[in-house]
């Protein structure tokens, strides 16, 4: 007479995430431990016992999750979760849990949880996430919303493109052409008389197989439809949709003063990475990127708010410096004349990481094809003093250490800059030691690859297995360790401001980065990204997947804790840090911080043991 | 003044009852009866047989699954086969019960012993009780020639009261166990044993007291009718 297998309960619970990853032996166990309860409407809320927090799984029925205020937080159905919270931090259950429809719920008790998290990883993640998620939607500020709250006047161009009626249709679409726009406002005698797009080019002049010298006015909306510079945005979306139409020339008391576009409207709403980088590679000069850059700021808040790993934050942001390095070479170029060799743009540290969050300063160098002339010498010199000065100027402060393409130093030759790596590695003294956190993370950010490749190489040529680099690389990062002592006692560090606080970045991320640079450049990997060098150091079985996992989770999270400090800091108006303020965590939140500097300690135990083994 | 009656009834019974087993499976009962639902130990209960008549059909296999405090305990769900004389026949088609799977059961004799001892100082539940309740008789009285006095919460009769007060026309099949978890949006089971339908009908039970309590406090006398 063993206890029965309740089949459909095993079926159910088997089919949800994430218990679908159990184990079946441990899916029967987990099953028998349910307890199964019915909630009826008429009682209104679930009573949750203080006393014995339990999950609940929902089996049918229909649920909602409000916090304290009353603030809804989560609407719940068939095979969804509530009660984890408590479970997760040991806190009483501040949220209420409203009943909508009657329905039948299984408990699952605490010890149970635990033994399930313990017995797999998925599942411990899913409900950790699952909180953080919860957690930063309660912390959520209330975004703004644009759309009904700001003026056309802070969206729309101000100069718009203008053109007289009597123009040839050739002569409008070369002005297009010229500016990258897809209209232009048809004048006569200063006043506004119509408006010529790129789908009136297309419709009443290729269409009817017209040619260019076609007068503007023949092919123009007449009297297009206009709106004033302060009314709202959500008045220009209406009258777009009302017409379809996807620009709307801007005029007050009869004056035209520039025009707004859908597209004005959508960057302005969300401040997409591939419209601030279209946009920066449509800048004509520093004074307009320096402009462009400081949507910058707006876009990470944007990011974050938005919830996006801290990896693709990290990378987006990087592309966008990435674009704007680009630019400023390009813009640069024109104005001195093409280059007298083949060169690269290095990018070093974090931009080469593709980590860069806030308050990025700049680390780049110049890489040259061969030994350069007086004369290329020169050009070079001019071209990176122009482009470190026109980041300096977007945002992107000058290197306090001077490592930039402008300091003659960092600005050789391919040999040249072998020699100095091979200087490096071969005879590691504490200065060079310190540079490798910073110089062997290299990407290149413009220039051919060829060229990048040749250096990279023959870096990673020497690197590999080189016993005595490696210990003394790793000597060199194990001077720092996480703070673990913080979670017995507050022993905490000292920014310039007197302000105490974890060091996210210095105590946490730039730990990991370390551990995986150290075991890259023992094995030759290629890549700088700190999460593609442990996904690769992986794949190579060079860690081993579980340490490997676990490193990769302890980077995005430290990094992810960081990047929503800063937006708070940012929020708060705070000088933006890399410090945490211990005092602003929840338990749980400091029981997950603990867990990933407790990574972080085994990753250094874990590398110390392999490279200092002979020492 | 019907708790009064029923703990008498209890305590007659287990008073010239010459078997000490029924005799302290009734008395257990008379201390739990008087107890708030919420707090009363239940049992919902389902049986497979091999026919409908309990005088000369046989019990095949006995469901059960215990509620606590309102919560129905999955660990506690248990499921007996009970061994008979000559084949299942065609009821096999209904339970998937087949004779070779009879060789783990156990004699009925140890079965009535063992749902006693599973099921004392509980209130059963079951899904037209009176059926279940005859064979348990029947049974019972066979093996050890004692009556005994259970109390049971028939789901089927609230379901019943439930829609007459509702004044609702009572059709063929209204009252059946999967239609009266319908009408409470309850989940369909697929598979059915025992121990499944013992499930199925306490999930029901719990949704009935839910509906007929709301807030207030229900005594066991509110759903025996």
Not at chain 1, 508 to 530: P, Q
Request: net charge neutral.
């Amino acid at each position: 007479m063993d206890a029965s297998e309740l089949q459909p309960i095993t079926d159910f619970i088997q089919g949800l995430v994430p218990f679908d990853t159990l184990s079946n032996l441990t899916l029967d166990r987990c099953c028998k431990s349910l307890s199964v309860g019915y909630y009826s409407k008429a009682s209104r809320f679930v009573p949750l016992d203080p006393n014995n927090p339990q999950l609940y799984i929902v089996r049918c029925g229909a649920f909602e999750v409000r916090d304290k205020n009353g603030e809804l937080l989560d609407r719940l159905g068939e095979g969804d979760y509530f009660g984890f919270p408590s479970l997760l931090s040991g806190e009483d259950a501040s949220n209420r849990v409203a009943i909508l429809e009657d329905g039948l719920v299984y408990h699952l008790p605490p010890n149970m949880f635990d033994f399930l998290r313990q017995e797999s990883r998925e599942f411990d993640r899913f409900f950790n996430r699952a909180f953080a998620k919860r957690l930063r939607h309660q912390g959520r500020f209330k975004a703004k919303e644009l759309t009904t709250t700001s003026r056309v006047s802070t969206l729309m161009s101000h100069s718009p493109l203008t053109i007289d009626m009597k123009a040839s249709v050739a002569e409008a679409s070369r002005l297009m052409r010229a500016s990258r726009v897809s209209s232009v406002l048809v004048i006569d005698n200063n006043k506004l008389v119509g408006i010529l797009t790129d789908k009136d080019l297309r419709n009443r002049v290729l269409a009817e197989n017209l040619d260019g010298s076609l007068p503007v006015h023949q092919a123009m909306t007449t009297t297009p439809v206009t709106i004033e510079s302060n009314s709202l945005v959500f008045e220009a979306m209406l009258l777009m949709s009302e017409h379809n139409i996807h620009h709307l020339p801007v005029v007050d008391n009869g004056v035209t003063t520039g025009v707004v576009t859908s597209t004005d409207i959508l960057r302005g709403q969300s401040s997409q990475p591939l419209l601030l980088i279209g946009e920066i590679e449509r800048q004509k000069d520093l004074q307009s990127l320096i402009q462009v850059s400081k949507q910058i700021p707006l876009l990470l808040q944007n990011l974050i708010s938005a919830d996006a790993r801290a990896e693709e934050i990290g990378r987006v942001l990087t592309s966008v410096t990435d674009a704007l390095t680009r630019r400023l070479i390009v813009l640069n170029q024109q104005i001195l004349g093409e280059a007298p060799m083949a060169f690269c743009w290095l990018a070093f540290g974090s931009q080469g990481r593709q980590d860069q969050a806030a308050c990025s300063d700049q680390d780049n160098g110049l890489l040259l094809a061969h030994e350069p002339d007086e004369a290329a010498q020169g050009y070079f010199e001019a071209l990176s003093h122009a482009v470190c000065k026109g980041l300096d100027e977007c945002g992107y402060v000058y290197c306090p250490g001077d490592i930039m393409a402008q300091n003659p130093k960092w600005r050789m030759s391919l040999d040249k800059w072998k020699q100095v790596f091979d200087k490096w590695v071969n005879t590691p003294e504490p200065k060079a030691l310190m540079h490798a956190s910073i110089f062997f993370d290299m990407r290149s950010v413009y220039g051919p690859q060829t060229l990048f490749d040749g250096l990279q190489d023959a870096v990673l040529s020497n690197t590999k297995n080189n016993d005595i680099f490696l210990a003394g690389l790793t000597g060199n990062s194990l001077t720092s360790s996480p703070p673990l002592g913080f979670f017995r006692k507050f022993v905490l560090e000292r920014d310039g401001s007197e302000v105490k606080g974890i060091d996210l970045k210095h105590k946490g991320n730039a730990l990991i980065n370390d551990i995986a640079r150290v075991y890259a450049l023992s094995a030759g990997i290629k890549e700088v990204n700190t999460a593609k060098r442990i996904r690769a150091l992986m794949e190579q079985s060079i860690i081993n997947r579980k340490d490997a996992l676990n490193l990769a989770d302890a980077h995005e999270f430290i990094a992810h804790m960081r990047l929503s400090n800063q937006g708070y800091q940012y929020t708060q108006s705070l000088p933006v840090t890399n410090y945490l303020m211990p005092q602003n965590l929840s338990s749980l939140v400091r029981h997950q911080l603990r867990d990933a500097f407790k990574v972080v300690h085994d990753g250094q135990v874990g590398l110390k043991l392999k490279m200092m083994r002979s020492y | 003044m019907r708790n009064l009656y029923l703990k008498t009834r209890l305590q007659l019974n287990a008073l010239f009852c010459k078997e000490a087993v029924i005799s302290d499976y009734n008395r257990a009962l008379v201390a739990q009866i008087s107890k708030p639902l919420s707090q009363l130990p239940l049992m919902a209960v389902d049986l497979e047989m091999t026919g409908l008549d309990c005088q000369f059909d046989q019990i095949l296999s006995i469901g059960l699954i215990p509620i606590h405090n309102g919560l129905l305990q999955v660990a506690k769900s248990q499921q007996l086969l009970v061994s008979i004389d000559g084949s299942v026949g065609d009821s096999a088609a209904i339970h998937g019960i087949l004779d070779n799977q009879l060789t783990q059961a156990v004699s009925a004799k140890q079965a009535m012993a063992w749902f006693l001892e599973q099921t004392k100082g509980h209130v059963l539940v079951a899904h037209h009780a009176p059926l279940d309740l005859c064979f348990l008789k029947t049974e019972i009285q066979r093996c050890y020639g004692q009556t005994i006095q259970f109390v049971a919460i028939d789901t089927m009769a609230v379901e019943k009261r439930r829609l007459l007060r509702q004044h609702d026309v009572i059709k063929e099949g209204t009252l059946r166990l999967d239609a009266c978890r319908q009408r409470y949006g309850l989940p369909v089971y697929a598979a059915h044993n025992a121990a499944v339908d013992a499930l199925a009908c306490g999930e029901l039970l719990l949704a009935q007291m839910a509906g007929i309590a709301g807030n207030d406090e229900l005594s066991l006398f509110d759903l025996l009718g």
